[in-house]
């Protein structure tokens, strides 16, 4: 139950934070390389960034955690599959915070 909340929680968060960006995006309408880094540069901008993406996350690795004990049945071959799932999303996310954080 506990992992079926978190996925949920993650999807409302990342709904939110979609809904946000369009309004965002309509009212300020940023054209041009200064506009748009103007626009993405305050820190309450990257920090929900931030919490989006970790949101994202969390929620692909608990969906492909549950696609792959239904489908793949020997137990070695899926703990190498999650462990990999594992290492990108940590690479992914590391990669992220260098690209919020580096502008």
């Known amino acids: 139950m506990r992992l079926w909340l978190s996925q949920r929680l993650t999807a409302v968060i990342m709904a939110v934070y979609i809904v946000l ?3 965002l995006l309509a009212i300020q309408q940023p ?3 200064d506009v748009w880094h103007a626009f993405v540069s305050p820190g309450w901008f990257r920090l929900i960034t931030f ?3 970790i949101s994202l996350f969390i929620h692909a ?3 492909v955690s549950d696609v ?3 489908y793949i049945y020997n137990l ?3 703990a190498y599959l999650q462990m990999i799932v ?3 999303l940590v690479v992914y996310l590391v990669w ?3 690209i919020l954080w580096n502008i």
């Open 21 to 23: 960006l369009i309004i």
């Open 31 to 33: 054209v041009g390389f």
């Open 86 to 88: 594992d290492i990108l």
């Open 68 to 70: 792959f004990q239904d």
């Open 51 to 53: 919490l989006f993406f």
């Open 96 to 98: 992220v915070s260098f």
């Open 61 to 63: 690795w608990l969906g």
């Open 76 to 78: 070695k071959l899926r």
